[in-house]
């Protein structure tokens, strides 16, 4: 084996893009192929939990994305028609001293570019989308659909929930549509915010659905929320869908003021299908690995999604620079083996929607620092 074997992730998403960033940081030779011809500053918005701002203080982009990204000094869950408050997390001031770094809510796009930027040169190749994937024992070969073929000794399928890498470790399958969809819109922040004043960051909550609203950037001048609605069934061609604001006055009728005056305020929406799959049987197998989406699809209810896929990156790293090259399988025997438990954990509360519907303690989620928690060993041989 190389001392500086070539890694490839398939797909530059949240989980992609920071670990080529932390595999590039930490001296590896690493390249990144995403499908994309470029990425655009789509509409949605993110947040980014001191368990994910410890990993871009790794990246070298905590300090911008702290100036970038909004502060919430709560988390509010509220009545979705009284507007009465539920649960009030503390997140701001509070955050940092207790988990050692800001909670953030910011745009993804924002976000995604910043990681993206922070890339050396040369690591990143766009209209690279992966068709074939072999592992012929000594390296793996990829071919993409531009008729190039590439060669790596590793592949991290971070290709997100339609993973080429994980249809060539476990087959052909289509992830589960929950009966649930999200609707996502990005807009500026409206002068009439109802009969209460736009919270930080709240969670509208009433029977079988629910709306997440939080501002987008540090000025507070854009809002973004996102849904959870039932709707029986979704054509699994389609991976979103225009909506209109009529279908949000619907949806909401009857809901608090605030909640009113963020429909009104709506420029576009899109609609979103939530899928899952459960959870798999294997991570890795051979010179393969899976991260993020492609390994532990969630529904957001946590927000949690894109941290957990940058948390496995961090881990796969670390696992890395424990163990060395040689015995790849170990090393991905030990990233599973200290990821599998969380992510499987995020995936379950998020799938209940239930996380900080009332004044529960966060802690165990936010104040993760994969940097630093001790390993557990692999009980694979
Ligand atoms: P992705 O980000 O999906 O990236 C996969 C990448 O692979 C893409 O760029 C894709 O183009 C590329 N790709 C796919 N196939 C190929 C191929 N064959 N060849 C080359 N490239 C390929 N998470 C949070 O942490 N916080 C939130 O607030 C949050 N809100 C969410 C709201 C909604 C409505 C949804 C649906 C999700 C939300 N998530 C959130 C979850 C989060 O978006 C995902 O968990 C996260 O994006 C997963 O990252 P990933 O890198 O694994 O996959």
Known sequence: MKNNPRIAFIGAGLGGTAGAGLMAKAGFNVKVYEQAPAFARMGAGIHLGPNVMKVMRKLGIEDELNRTGAHPDYWYSRDGITGDVMAQIPLGDYAVSHYGASYLTVHRGDFHKLMTDALPDGVLEFNKKLSEIEDRGDKVVMKFTDGTVEEADFVIGADGINSKVRESLLGEELPIYTGYVAHRAVFPTPVDSGT?????????????????????????????????????????NKSWEPCTKDEMRETFKGWHSSVQALIEGTQEVTRWPLLERDPLPIWSRGRLVLLGDACHPMKPHMAQGAAMAIEDAAMLTRCFQ?????????????????????????????????????????????GYDVFEVPLVESEKQ
């Open 196 to 236: 209460l004043p736009f919270d930080m960051c709240c969670k509208w909550w009433d029977g079988d659905r629910h709306m997440m609203v939080y501002f987008v950037t540090s000025k507070k001048d854009e809002i973004y929320y996102v849904t959870g609605v039932p709707v029986e069934s979704w054509d699994m």
């Open 322 to 366: 424990e163990l060395g090259f040689t015995d790849y399988e170990a090393v991905f025997n030990l990233y599973e083996a200290n990821r599998a438990e969380r992510a499987s954990k995020v995936q379950l509360v998020s799938h209940n929607n239930t996380w900080l519907k009332t004044n529960e303690n966060p802690d165990w989620c936010f």
